[in-house]
T-cell receptor
Framework: EAGVAQSPRYKIIEKRQSVAFWCNPISGHATLYWYQQILGQGPKLLIQFQNNGVVDDSQLPKDRFSAERLKGVDSTLKIQPAKLEDSAVYLC???????????FGSGTRLTVV | GQQLNQSPQSMFIQEGEDVSMNCTSSSIFNTWLWYKQDPGEGPVLLIALYKAGELTSNGRLTAQFGITRKDSFLNISASIPSDVGIYFCAGQLGIQGAQKLVFGQGTRLTINP
């Protein structure tokens, strides 16, 4: 089966600019996650969707970050405006409803200068 | 929030040596997982542990779910160059359909040939 697709792979922007990341999960996976991984740290959950509904967004900085999964399939994560501390790898993952198996995408590496 | 303390942070070993790393938490998890992350890629699942006391092997990898459900260890026997990478433990919380992962800080493994 195809894996979790993410784009772009790399993005460099200036602070205060906007950026968007896209994720296409494994077909049929109901749950989609966005994680932020700062260099030298483990991934940290930003937001979790079950189909097109938000399950957990408690760690999403909502003043600048937003995410949507309108049709319950692919998802976009947006940062507006970006700050220097947003430089990180943004990982998308998906899992089936009845299985604990997560599959991660390769991530988008964001550099804010 | 939940935190996982993973140790050691880094290891430098000779090819052929055995490796041991562990993860502890002040919180109880219902599942422990171990992931490996190569540069520029997302984490890949190595082993999943679902019951307290469970000992599971996957080739040269062995992991155990602690009796208290607050810790886990991963052993790698007879290390080879392709074992190089960052290893993450992750604890899973939540009910089916709303489960989420909390990650440790990672153990960076370097192997001298």
């Amino acid at each position: 089966e195809a894996g979790v697709a993410q784009s772009p792979r790399y993005k460099i922007i200036e602070k205060r600019q906007s950026v968007a990341f896209w994720c296409n999960p494994i077909s049929g996976h109901a749950t989609l996650y966005w994680y932020q991984q700062i260099l030298g740290q483990g991934p940290k959950l930003l937001i979790q969707f079950q189909n097109n509904g938000v399950v957990d967004d408690s760690q999403l900085p909502k003043d600048r970050f937003s995410a949507e999964r309108l049709k319950g399939v692919d998802s976009t994560l947006k940062i507006q405006p970006a700050k220097l501390e947003d430089s990180a790898v943004y990982l998308c993952a998906s899992s089936p409803w009845d299985n604990y198996g997560y599959t991660f995408g390769s991530g988008t590496r964001l550099t804010v200068v | 929030g939940q935190q996982l303390n993973q140790s050691p942070q880094s290891m430098f070993i000779q090819e052929g040596e055995d490796v041991s790393m562990n993860c502890t938490s002040s919180s109880i998890f219902n599942t422990w997982l171990w992931y490996k992350q190569d540069p520029g890629e997302g984490p890949v699942l190595l082993i999943a542990l679902y019951k307290a006391g469970e000992l599971t092997s996957n080739g040269r990898l062995t992991a155990q779910f602690g009796i208290t459900r607050k810790d886990s260890f991963l052993n790698i026997s007879a290390s080879i160059p392709s074992d190089v990478g960052i290893y993450f433990c992750a604890g899973q919380l939540g009910i089916q359909g709303a489960q989420k992962l909390v990650f440790g800080q990672g153990t960076r493994l370097t192997i001298n040939p």
